[in-house]
């Protein structure tokens, strides 16, 4: 018996030596794929990060969430919910600020039209046109035709920086303006016409939007109030009485009750935003 015991011990301790050293590569290996993601994306958005300190903040971040929750409430379950959420958090906040960062952009088009269609008929060239807009709008459009113009300025043919421009801050908006300008360039258009017809046709596109944000945030609310409200009761009760969900996590029909719920939850959750989202 005490040898099976040993043995026991032993196989243990060689799968750890073997197993825990490639999972910890592995995850290295994600985590630096992931930091040269996400070093481009923040380069997009004039943030500049060391890469290697964006790998190492990745793999240090989720385990050292996990060991603060550990000693803030001594259970061993909130290692792996602080791993889980250090894993999540950055990426949520990477789409977060990009997102945000793209809307401000669009909202920004209107104002840089005027400034454009203005310099146009005062006699400008585009170039210098966009050097105006570049020096009168704020981030993030001031940036971006800053870049557009470096650009050209080493080479880069305005319609190549202008096609690199739409591949970052992509909208449909912004393909409407370049396409614009690319056809009026090669067919000698008047420019100033055509971007006096784009205000109106993004105005519309604007007012459009809002108002299908104002008549669909009932669902997107409801689908948030279905996701965190069992969460939030589920913890209220567990606090109250640590023991009232043990028949839940200890027995077979528990188990697979709590994950049918868990997958209702979810599934519930995604078809009210798939509903309530209309893309225009």
């Not at 090669?186 to 420019?191: K, P, R």
Request: net charge positive.
């Amino acid at each position: 018996m005490e040898i099976s015991y040993v043995l026991l011990f032993l196989a243990v301790v060689i799968l750890s030596y073997i197993a825990i050293p490639w999972a910890v590569d592995l995850w290295k290996d994600i985590e630096k794929e992931r930091a040269t993601e996400d070093r481009a994306t923040l380069e997009n958005m004039f943030i500049f990060v060391r890469q290697k300190f964006l790998a190492l903040f990745y793999i240090l971040f989720p385990v050292g969430l996990g060991i603060a929750l550990f000693f803030i409430y001594k259970k061993s379950f909130f290692i792996i919910i602080g791993i889980i959420v250090g894993f999540l958090l950055p990426i949520f906040i990477m789409r977060f600020k990009e997102n945000r960062r793209r809307k401000t952009f669009r909202y920004q088009l209107i104002d840089a039209l005027l400034i454009l269609s203005s310099c146009l008929k005062g006699g400008l060239s585009l170039t210098q046109s966009l050097e105006v807009l570049a020096e009168e709008m704020p981030t993030p459009m001031h940036e971006e035709i800053t870049l557009v113009l470096r650009e050209q300025k080493m080479g880069v043919p305005i319609e190549e920086a202008l096609q690199r421009l739409n591949n970052r801050m992509y909208s449909e908006e912004l393909g409407l303006i370049i396409s614009a300008i690319l056809v009026a360039r090669e067919t000698g258009g008047d420019l100033t016409k055509v971007f006096s017809k784009l205000i109106t046709t993004i105005r519309e596109r604007f007012k459009l939007r809002e108002m299908i944000d104002t008549l669909t945030i009932q669902g997107k609310l409801q689908g948030i109030i279905m996701v965190f409200i069992p969460i939030f009761f589920g913890f209220f009760v567990w606090k109250t009485n640590p023991h009232h969900f043990d028949i839940m996590l200890q027995t077979t029909e528990g188990k697979i009750l709590l994950g049918f719920v868990v997958v209702a939850e979810l599934v519930a959750a995604i078809l009210i935003k798939i509903f309530s989202t209309i893309k225009i």
